[in-house]
């Protein structure tokens, strides 16, 4: 299996465990969970866009006027740029309005030093 179907295999999972289910014949996707799942996987790039994004605009101004940033802005300033690998990005994506839990996980280089594993 090669790494992109693997990151596809693990967003799957986290975005909908039941679905990454497949053991049983005639359980995939659309048979587990229905046509709602299907979509979603469909869009898990437009997901994980609107996850990264850190929430609604009106956060994002009240920050700003209070001089904060975003913990994923504070995370990019902190380590190597393109070193940061996430965990867990879609662990709450099937919560209504509400995409990601409000924790941030991951691993990433400082200084060129990666972090410990």
Same mark, same amino acid.
Request: hydrophobic letters at 40%; glycine letters at 12%.
């Given at each position: 299996?090669?790494?992109?179907?693997?990151?596809?295999?693990?967003?799957?999972?986290?975005?909908?465990?039941?679905?990454?289910?497949?053991?049983?014949?005639?359980?995939?996707?659309?048979? /587990? @969970? &229905?046509?709602?799942?299907? *979509?979603?996987?469909?869009? #898990?790039?437009?997901?994980?866009?609107?996850? !990264? =994004?850190? $929430?609604?605009?009106?956060?994002?101004?009240?920050?700003? /006027? @209070? &001089?904060?940033?975003?913990? *994923?802005?504070?995370?990019? #300033?902190?380590?190597?740029?393109?070193?940061? !690998? =996430?965990? $867990?990005?879609?662990?709450?994506?099937?919560?209504?309005?509400?995409?990601?839990?409000?924790?941030?996980?991951?691993?990433?280089?400082?200084?060129?030093?990666?972090?410990?594993?």
């Amino acid at each position: 299996m090669s790494a992109a179907q693997d990151q596809t295999k693990a967003d799957t999972a986290a975005a909908d465990p039941a679905a990454a289910n497949t053991s049983q014949a005639g359980s995939g996707p659309d048979e /587990a @969970s &229905g046509e709602g799942v299907s *979509r979603a996987h469909a869009d #898990l790039p437009g997901i994980r866009t609107k996850i !990264t =994004e850190g $929430g609604a605009a009106k956060y994002h101004q009240a920050a700003a /006027a @209070s &001089g904060k940033l975003f913990a *994923r802005e504070r995370i990019a #300033l902190l380590v190597d740029a393109g070193s940061f !690998t =996430e965990d $867990g990005v879609f662990a709450n994506v099937l919560a209504d309005g509400l995409p990601a839990d409000g924790v941030i996980t991951g691993v990433a280089s400082i200084s060129g030093r990666p972090s410990p594993t």
